[in-house]
């Protein structure tokens, strides 16, 4: 009797995550709907007064934030949501918050243990979020015993704290995102990975920097370049006299500041932008490439990538990789000996118009000959 109970029980988890799922999912296309409806109509009445702010930056001096759509390219514009205070609307409207500072954090939970870190890290912010998401990718090891820990630890901090686990994946990366656009209620969202730690000024400093770029930048501590992509054509060596895959070269940033490809490490960026993220852009695979992806979707809006300087430990910069214990590290994706899909990924983009900053060989002849090489050795979104 006592195992039939059981199973019931786990029937019953299955079934109402199921559900969960299911209700999320149903939302999330409620309120794609809601929003295109609401760029819609402001189209169609683009020359009638709006509570929406515009801005231009085909010129070179920056208008009112009150006036009906924001326009950051020729081909695309953004649709600022009206602002209002977001706690008093119904859960199914949108709004952007009244505070023009306010931010949401989203930890990443996988395999690494880093969650209390990072916890400790929020709580001692010179501004603290509004709520902090935890993102749970499967279920390597139990979150509750440590948020517990950390209530006893730290009685003072009165910040929510919302665990959403996934016990089964099918979103990857994704998925932590998808978490700040359904739950959010900040003007702006940041998206930890599970190896960041900042310095207590960071959050600060990303949302003062935001607002003074008008909402337009993807904003983090880290960034990449490409400075050429696989070729097969100019395969190499190995010291052993075997044949070398061809591989991307990537530069980073370091303390210096400025805009790159894309970022890494973190993602700090208003929340509206995540609906032309997923609206406009086709997810070519959820498991990597989120970074790339997240850039490219949004280069066509205007929307540029800019990593903030600084050096680790800095009281305001924020740092990935740091900490790790060797047995952490063993689960990096850049360990893995087969292929990397990014790899294929950043060639299918640039064969898709991603516009790289200073890459030497960015052409369609050698995308089109990186992708069907990584396709021929297996490699799959």
Known sequence: MGKLNRKIQNVSHRTLHALTVAVLLGYMLLHHRILEAQIRTSDNHSDGPSSCHSMSLQSNHTSS??????????KKIIQWLPSCNASDVPFWKDCAPTNRHSVDVVLTV???RNVRL???MIANQTRLPQTVFIYQS???YSVLPILEEFHQDYPNFTVPIHLVQAPIDTAGYH???YTAYMLSKARYISVWDDDLTVGAGWLERVTKFMYSQNDTVIVSSGGRMIDRIADPNSTTMTRKGKEKDPTTSFSML???RGEVDFCVHNYNLRRELLHYWFAASPVHTYYTGEDMQLAFALQPY???SYKLGGRPHQNDYADGSVGLGSNQRRTASYKKKRPEPRQWLVCQLILEGFQTKQCTNCNMETAQRCVDYFKSKGVRS
């Open 65 to 74: 934030r009150a006036s009906s759509t924001i326009s950051l390219s020729k």
């Open 302 to 304: 205007g929307i540029r």
């Open 110 to 112: 996988y395999r690494r």
């Open 138 to 140: 499967e279920q390597f």
């Open 118 to 120: 990072q916890l400790e």
């Open 254 to 256: 370091r303390q210096r």
């Open 175 to 177: 998925g932590r995102f």
